[in-house]
């Protein structure tokens, strides 16, 4: 298989597909420029550079001068929130561009433990839809107040961090119990990190010697920022920041008054958070925080790439053996 790749790469024969006509929107140069992209089986082998003619394929689709840009990236969302399976899920965000999420299982893994998070793994598997599945960090949310359907201890954490399909740690949102070194919270992360996978953020008005804490735990990323001189902070500091903009917080405002002057930033994604269904039928996904920040005043391409590159270079960079991780860059950057 992977022979016949490099020979369809080579142009040996007609691909299967050519995507004519289109302004390819290339994030690691930030031009714009006239483009075809060339398809065999489940993979874009080529795409054509300024000036090279067009390409040979079965079939051709006409893309009408339309703009291409890599397939969007959600960095946090949970599924729940949408009230769907992972399948309806997917047919909602797949049209507005969304082709890979990082889901965090939690409302279900509150409600049904380790059995719920095994349905969500299970009933996202053979989707068209790349699904992420991080380890809910925090079940339940607030230890001792809820009655809650299940108690992630650091050895059920220890256990389940283990499991081929979590890919990492979900929003580590007990940020008091990680800055206060509390052992729950200590085990927990020390079980990420010796499975060598990710540490999710949830940090709200974190910031300071609190924040170096917080990071120095090995947490490296954050949804909540509500302030913008908080996230600016947090940027600084070298830290993930997730935009959101989902059903119910509305943060693109508030952060990009203070990042639009500072060019390309590297560590800044975009995430939903929690979207109701109609949000996502009526107003789209990721497209829709992509178009939010654009109407904030980040430069188009900037705001692009915060949904594509920052974002498959996050998830690639530090996680899962290098045949996941060749995978995962071919399909983030190129699957349409
Ligand atoms: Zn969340």
Redesign the pocket.
């Known amino acids: 298989m992977k022979i016949e790749m490099i020979s369809a790469a080579k142009g040996e024969f007609p691909l299967d597909l050519a995507i004519t006509n289109i302004k390819l929107v290339n994030v690691f140069t930030g031009e714009i420029y006239p483009a075809a992209i060339g398809v065999y089986r489940d993979r874009i082998v080529h795409v054509t550079q300024p000036g090279e003619t067009e390409l040979e394929a079965r079939a051709i689709v006409d893309g009408k001068g339309k703009y291409a840009i890599p397939g969007l990236i959600d960095t946090?969302v949970?599924i729940e929130s949408s009230m769907v399976t992972p399948g309806a899920y997917a047919a909602a965000v797949l049209p507005h561009g969304t082709t890979t999420i990082v889901t965090?299982p939690?409302e279900i893994a509150n409600v049904l433990g380790e059995e719920g998070i095994a349905y969500m793994i299970q009933a996202s598997k053979g989707l068209d839809l790349r699904v992420l599945t991080f380890l809910p960090s925090c079940v339940p949310s607030a230890p001792a107040v809820e009655t809650a359907g299940a108690d992630f201890t650091a050895e059920v954490v220890e256990r389940l961090i283990e499991w081929d399909d979590i890919d990492g740690l979900a929003?580590v949102m007990n940020y008091v119990g990680v800055i206060e070194q509390h052992e729950r919270m200590r085990g927990i992360v020390e079980a990420a990190r010796k499975a060598g996978k990710i540490a999710q953020g949830?940090a709200p008005t974190v910031r300071g010697r609190s924040l170096s804490a917080y990071l120095t735990a090995g947490i490296d990323s954050d949804?909540e920022c509500r302030n913008g001189e908080e996230a600016l902070e947090k940027i600084r500091a070298g830290m993930i920041v997730e935009i959101r903009e989902s059903s119910m917080s509305f943060n693109a405002e508030a952060i990009v008054a203070h990042i639009r002057d500072k060019g390309y930033l590297p560590n800044v994604t975009l995430c939903s958070?929690?979207v109701f269904a109609n949000d996502l039928v009526a107003r789209g996904h990721i497209n829709h925080v992509v178009r939010r920040v654009i109407e904030e005043g980040v430069e188009p391409v900037n705001a692009i790439r915060f949904g594509t590159l920052n974002a498959a270079e996050r998830l690639d960079a530090k996680i899962w053996e290098p045949s996941r991780r060749d995978a995962l860059r071919t399909s983030f950057y190129w699957r349409m």
Do not use: G, K, V, Y
Request: cysteine-free; proline content about 0%.
């Open positions: 946090h949970h965090d939690h929003e949830h949804h958070d929690d």
